[in-house]
């Protein structure tokens, strides 16, 4: 094996080329290593620069926007940790906090669908463990390309494979998502992860290495040639058109997962985490020891003595920007004091978990690298750690007046009952309104034993506390359509569903968290696309008095010129004080009413309906009115708590048609209805003018925001009347439930048989 | 109702590397009134058990085969003699399948038909209210409980499953018709002395209505409660 490449043969050897284009450097960025280090990198620091630099790692294009979540907080108490560290801690009560984060696999998930989504899940689940918190529950935001293109066939049935083996694998129940179909994901799918954490306030760790002689430990898996630029080459650059292998070319840079080494890692950090004996944690995700090591070390403002020596590989083979570099799964960094080493080391052996001390803390305010005894790395931390600031060009393109003078107005729309049940059969059996049991049920949803709501709920509940029946609700949501017309209002709609679909579950929304998809950051309109949509939730936040506490940005989603739609996919969480309280989003008993809240008028621009009936995409999504929203939250929230709703279920794409084809099918348990059982039909008027002066067309599919479906309790009604009226949300009777149709006066009904045969064959017929 | 030792009962579960629902199911045993003790996979000790459940999740993360590794634990060599002298065992979901691995029970569990691990609240009927573990339920009686597996098609030869049949060891069918491709629709099985019980589908994931589709699953761990002359 050649010598490395060491601080001194860099001092001696100035003009030596080095591959820094090769590992996604610009030329700019190449000149500014050299000149903060004085001196030219040696290999292995150019590995961690081109690393810990890349837009992935570094947010260097997003973070001058980034900066508004901030600069617009709303003033909360709920923060014990906010953006910055690994996730952000939100304070549910009772002692109890809870950490949640989603993160982008996209483009691994895409060249190696099963084991990108694997450790997708793998790395989110890590960041939790990071911050102290036992995970309990997982989430997948999914975007792929038309349902029936022969590459979905290849992409989604992995991607699913992959999140059900490593998630399940894992121990975590799966506790909803998205899934959603769109020829502009074809080239390049979305799999965004999310993951939930429950910790004591005490237990909260940061990811800061100080204390000088205390010693630094890597634990998990041994170190692979899996994964090597990943954070660089793969995820931060766009995927060529046509460069024939492209894409399997970068199949190394995929990592492999190992589930049950995650599993282990939980529970060895749990009980070290009990035994005191950690100083300081950070997963090892992206750009692997090199992040771990330098952010480590930034963040406690000290420096760090490491010997790649001590690192336990399983190829013998790796050079030091390789071991550097890597991104094998299931591994952790901890520091601990000498004190504690051998009770830390102890309890890695009981878990059968392989520990190495592979340095230590030093006041020398450097990190400095020895290979063979040799310095191969000496940098000041911060430096890598920090990366550049980009202030991108961004410019709204002009294309995007002539999208909005497409309006919907002009598309024909159904005007008999035969017409609408029509419309309303198509798009429940479309794969994006279909059911989505094929991709669920391969799922493990139950697994700890407090799921107290799943898919195809408004949100995910679980229960926190057996004695307290403490619980927390968790929605994600994100529509490209409406973002493209309009990222500032789109990213707001996204918002608000989330914080609607969690309150529709009975739980009051506390903090958000974001995974933001976008094309390249170099083309100035998805630079525009994206200043609108951070500018878009900064103020969203900020109206609905939730902080954002952490977040991801993807760039890069695109092949060749062609970025996929701007897709910000946004979580709330919210907390259940009794989750017993908890409102699930079907039918369950007979005879009970049903009413609409929220006023609906006429908006169709990149609507459910005019997508799957009319393939159109045009003109402007619906109003956002974010206080409309709150007032809405709050009669959901007080509904539940007062126990005067049985359940309820928010209106979003397909309107009220498809909400309440969704509510005859979902049931009132935690699961979706068994097919075995049929399901709860209901008799439904829909309202003649005055009220809005809205057709039925209207009533039935408009995607108007700020909308629920209630269903009351027997003898409530009044007392649920005052509710609205104390908070101006305006309330629709439409009905009752119950029957074996779903039957809209005077204009059709359909047998909850045919509706559920339409809804639940699209995705077994397509994926089998 | 049933009868109840006025001593609450101590039901070991045991915790493999890779064990996911040990919680669940310890839940659930306290849940029924017994005292639920943890044992150790390392640990060659039952601690003076009077029954012990094998939980679900992956056991060594299912290398090789699942529960082939499992099988050669430890504690496993504690608790084999202990089966075949007698101790009431359950084995849900990856439990059974180290039961049939260690032989305590025949056959075998493979992968699904279809080759996706299925998440579903199933109908079974049990078939065999004898047993130590099924001694509260009705015979014939329908409850539902929670499948979610990837490897639950029972096998067996044809011999074997004619005797299973004819000696009344299948405890449990799926009643709508097998998800996962079990031979002869078994979603679980007894040993001859019905002490040793193994069950594909989630009896612990079935004790609340809250996190669960109801109670049925509850005489699972009511039943062994009850003195064994009573079964």
């Known amino acids: 094996m050649s010598r490395p490449d060491t601080v001194a043969h860099a001092e001696a050897t100035p003009g030596r080329g080095q591959p820094h284009a090769a590992l996604g450097l610009t030329d700019a960025e190449y000149a500014s290593i050299v000149t903060q280090l004085g001196r030219r990198p040696t290999d292995s620091e150019l590995a961690i620069y081109s690393v810990m630099w890349s837009e992935h790692c570094s947010y260097k294009s997003s973070r001058v926007h980034l900066r508004q979540f901030a600069e617009k907080a709303p003033p909360t108490t709920a923060l014990l940790a906010g953006i910055g560290d690994n996730a952000g801690v939100v304070d549910v009560g009772q002692g109890y906090a809870v950490t949640f984060k989603i993160e982008s696999h996209n483009h691994p998930s895409y060249v190696e ?172 995700g992206a750009a692997g020891i090199a992040c771990a090591t330098t952010e480590l070390a930034a963040a406690g403002q000290a420096g760090m003595a490491v010997s790649l020596d001590e690192v336990p590989l399983r190829d013998r083979g790796l050079t030091p920007p390789e071991v550097l570099m890597s991104e094998s799964q299931e591994r952790m960094m901890a520091v601990t004091e000498p004190g504690d080493l051998d009770q830390f080391l102890k309890i890695c052996a009981k878990w059968d978990v392989p520990a190495t001390v592979i340095g230590e803390v030093t006041p020398t305010g450097r990190l400095e690298v020895t290979w063979h005894g040799d310095l191969v790395v000496d940098i000041p931390p911060a430096t890598a750690a920090d990366g550049p600031l980009y202030e991108r060009p961004l410019r709204r393109p002009a294309s995007q007046d002539l999208l909005r003078e497409d309006d919907p107005a002009s598309l024909p729309r159904p005007g008999t009952g035969e017409e609408l049940r029509a419309d309303l059969l198509a798009i429940a059996g479309s794969a994006a309104g279909a059911d989505k049991a094929w991709v669920t049920e391969q799922y493990d949803r139950d697994v700890r034993g407090n799921t107290v709501l799943g898919a195809p709920h408004d949100a995910g509940v679980l229960r926190v506390d057996e004695e307290s029946s403490l619980g927390i609700a968790i929605a994600t949501d994100g529509n490209g359509r409406y973002c493209l017309l309009d990222p500032y209002s789109g990213t707001q709609l996204a918002l608000a569903e989330a914080y609607r679909n969690v309150a529709a579950s009975g739980g009051r929304p506390l903090a958000v968290t974001n995974c933001l998809n976008f094309g390249s950051p170099e083309d100035p309109a998805v630079m525009w696309q994206f200043a609108e949509s951070v500018r878009g939730l900064a103020d969203g936040c900020l109206a609905l008095g939730i902080p954002v506490t952490g977040g991801n940005v993807s760039f890069y989603n695109q092949t060749g010129a062609e970025a996929i739609q701007p897709t910000p996919v946004v979580g709330v969480l919210g907390v259940l004080d009794d989750v017993r309280r908890r409102l699930p989003s079907g039918f369950g008993a007979e005879g009970e009413s049903i009413a609409l809240l929220g006023d609906t008028a006429g908006e169709f621009g990149g609507s459910l309906w005019a997508h799957v009936v009319h393939g159109h995409l045009g003109g402007r999504p619906p109003a956002v009115d974010l206080m409309a929203e709150q007032r809405l939250a709050a009669v959901l929230t007080a509904g539940a708590d007062a126990g005067v709703l049985s359940a309820a279920h928010d209106l979003s794409d397909g309107g009220l048609a498809l909400a309440l084809a969704e509510c005859c099918l979902t049931g009132g348990n935690r699961a979706a209805q068994p097919a075995t059982e049929g399901g709860t039909g209901c008799v439904v008027t829909v309202p003649a003018e005055p009220a809005g002066a809205a057709d039925p067309f209207t009533w039935l599919f408009s995607e108007s925001a700020g909308r629920a479906i209630v269903v009351l309790r027997p003898g409530a009604e009044a007392e649920f009347a005052a509710l609205c009226a104390e908070h101006g949300v305006p309330a629709t009777t439409l009905g009752v439930t119950g029957g074996q149709s779903l039957e809209l006066t005077g204009l059709f009904a359909i047998p909850v048989a045919e509706l559920s045969a339409v809804h639940r064959r699209t995705l077994p017929a397509l994926f089998g | 109702m049933l009868s109840r030792t006025p001593l609450t009962l101590k039901v070991g579960i045991v915790t493999f590397p890779g064990s996911l629902d040990d919680a669940d199911a310890s839940r659930a045993v306290a849940r029924a009134g017994g005292t639920p003790i943890p044992l150790w996979h390392g640990d060659r000790d039952l601690r003076g058990v009077d029954a012990v459940i094998l939980p679900g999740g992956f056991s060594y993360g299912d290398y090789l085969r699942c529960g082939a590794i ?98 009344g060891l299948v405890v449990a069918r799926y009643a709508d018709g097998s998800p996962n491709g079990s031979a002869g629709d078994i979603a679980g099985l007894a040993s001859a002395d019905g002490n040793v019980v193994g069950l594909m589908p989630h009896p612990e994931h079935a004790i609340d209505p809250l996190t669960g589709p109801g109670t049925d699953g509850l005489n699972f761990f009511a039943s062994i409660l009850t003195p064994a002359a009573a079964a």
């Open chain 1, 113 to 284: 669908p099963f084991q990108g989504a694997a450790t997708g899940v793998g790395g989110i689940v890590r960041d939790i463990l990071a911050m102290g918190a036992r995970p309990v529950a997982v989430m997948d935001a999914l975007r792929f390309g038309p349902a029936d293109a022969p590459d979905t066939r290849r992409v989604l049935p992995g991607v699913v494979g992959g999140i059900s083996f490593y998630g399940n694998c894992l121990g975590l129940p799966n506790i909803g998502g998205e899934l959603v179909f769109d020829p502009c994901y074809s080239g390049n799918p979305l799999v965004n992860a999310l993951c939930l954490g429950v910790m004591r306030h005490a237990d909260l760790k940061l990811a800061q290495a100080s204390g000088p002689g205390n010693k630094v430990v890597l634990f998990g898996s041994p170190t692979g040639p899996d994964g090597i630029g990943g954070a660089s080459v793969l995820a931060s650059a766009s995927f060529g058109v046509g460069d024939a292998g492209g894409e399997r070319a970068k199949r190394p840079s995929v990592q492999v997962g190992d589930p049950f080494m995650e599993k282990l890692l939980i529970e060895c950090c749990l009980e070290l985490y009990a035994a005191g004996v950690v100083a300081a944690i950070q997963d090892l």
């Open chain 2, 70 to 167: 499992a099988r050669f634990a430890p504690v496993m060599a504690e608790l084999i003699p202990a089966a075949d002298a007698g101790l009431p065992v359950l084995g849900i979901c990856n439990g059974f399948q180290v039961l049939c691995e260690a032989h305590l029970l025949p056959g075998a569990l493979t992968r699904n038909t279809g080759l996706h691990f299925v998440n579903r609240d199933v109908r079974i009927r049990i078939e065999n209210s004898q047993t130590r573990w099924t001694s509260g339920y009705a015979p014939g009686e329908v409850i539902t409980v929670v499948l979610k597996s990837g490897v639950g098609a029972y096998v067996a030869d044809e011999r074997t499953l004619a005797d299973l049949d004819a000696s």
